[in-house]
């Protein structure tokens, strides 16, 4: 690895670790407490849902960053993946809407939700929501919530692009995807803590932010469409 | 509802706004990208193409300076994007002297999913000291 190698991965990491703490916890955090305030009923530790959702999240800002990166193009990957990234958004909104409303009691359950619209996209997060098995749900969830539309990692993709290759551009993207594993990771921990700790009025009022939260992902990701 | 759970819940609340109201902070009056010749500040042109300008696709930057003295004969430009109230990492690109007092460069900007659509654009000289900077907004 050349000096010019080396620093590119140390920016890239210190970006991961600065954008994490600032822009990745404001956009994405509430995505992570979401799912890691739930009250889970499966096995496994909520340090072992973190890993596993954080390891998802890397492989995936990886892969992207060894596609552009070997294509030597970030609009020829990203400019066709937008409108599906968008979607994706949408739909995580709906589901953290759900769970929101779910943990705030205003409805019986989002898995009964999801149970009486079985469309393809809301069946797809009924796999990765009432899944039993801890691996698969955690890193499939985390596999799948790497592809939500997120501006710093374009940016980082569009240096990837640059990078001079598939593993230069898979190495960038996977040191700022280990950058930002921190701030993620401490969201999740201190979203699932509080989750178990709080009771009652609180508990279902931290819900209610969450439904919160997933409404104005809903509202960004059609804004996206609607070219607002 | 005790005092602690009171204090939790006005936490929460504040955490809630803050999450939700961070990507919406603005900064200055932006000037119009599209309108024909770009934008200048100080003698200092910047203009981007295609028009009209987008996001998520390869543009080319531009810059004309009408005093050349303000940068070393034949050295190149640095263009550096951000985004005013949210880190959108570094988006640097070079700018190329292409004939006295022009530069020229490819590069994107990515789209913001909050919305935010302006963005800062620092010229830099060759000592990374800002000699001009513009605000516009992409679509």
New interface residues.
């Given amino acids: 690895m050349t000096g010019l190698q080396a620093a590119d991965l140390t920016m890239a990491l210190t970006a991961g670790l600065l954008g994490g703490l600032g822009h990745c916890s404001g956009m994405c955090g509430p995505i992570v407490a979401a799912f890691s305030m739930r009250r889970e009923e499966d096995k496994g530790s909520s340090l072992a849902r973190a890993v596993l959702y954080n390891a998802g999240r890397v492989t995936t800002y990886t892969l992207l960053g060894a596609l552009v990166g070997g294509l030597g193009s970030f609009v020829a990957v990203a400019a066709p993946m937008e409108g599906a990234q968008y979607a994706l958004m949408t739909a995580t909104g709906a589901i953290m809407a759900a769970m929101g409303l779910s943990i705030a009691g205003a409805i019986s359950g989002a898995t009964a939700l999801l149970e009486r619209h079985n469309a393809a996209v809301l069946g797809v997060a009924r796999s990765l929501l009432v899944s039993r098995h801890i691996i698969i749900k955690y890193l499939a969830l985390g596999l799948v919530l790497g592809l939500l539309p997120c501006g710093l990692s374009y940016t980082m993709l569009i240096g990837a692009a640059g990078s001079g290759g598939l593993l230069p551009g898979a190495l960038r993207m996977l040191a700022f995807g280990l950058g930002t594993v921190p701030a993620m990771f401490l969201i999740g921990m201190l979203a699932g803590g509080a989750g178990n700790i709080m009771r009652g009025r609180l508990y279902r009022a931290g819900g209610a932010v969450v439904a919160l939260m997933g409404l104005v992902y809903v509202y960004r990701g059609l804004a996206y469409y609607a070219g607002l | 509802?005790s005092k602690r759970?009171l204090i939790?819940?006005i936490s929460?609340?504040v955490i809630?706004l803050?999450?939700?109201l961070?990507?919406s902070q603005k900064g200055p009056r932006p000037c119009d990208i599209n309108q024909k010749g770009g934008c200048t500040v100080s003698g200092v042109t910047f203009s981007i193409e295609p028009r009209p300008v987008r996001a998520?696709?390869?543009n080319v930057f531009r810059v004309k300076l009408a005093n050349q003295s303000l940068v070393p004969e034949n050295s190149d430009l640095a263009l550096h994007l951000t985004?005013p109230g949210?880190?959108?990492?570094?988006?640097r690109m070079r700018l190329k002297n292409i004939q006295p007092g022009w530069y020229s460069g490819k590069?994107?900007i990515?789209?913001?999913?909050?919305?935010n659509k302006l963005w800062r654009a620092s010229i830099l000289d060759i000592s990374a000291r800002e000699i001009a900077a513009f605000h516009f907004e992409v679509?």
């Fill in positions: 509802m759970d939790s819940a929460v609340i809630s803050v999450i939700v961070y990507p998520m696709r390869e985004m949210m880190d959108m990492g570094t988006n590069g994107v990515p789209r913001c999913p909050s919305g679509e």
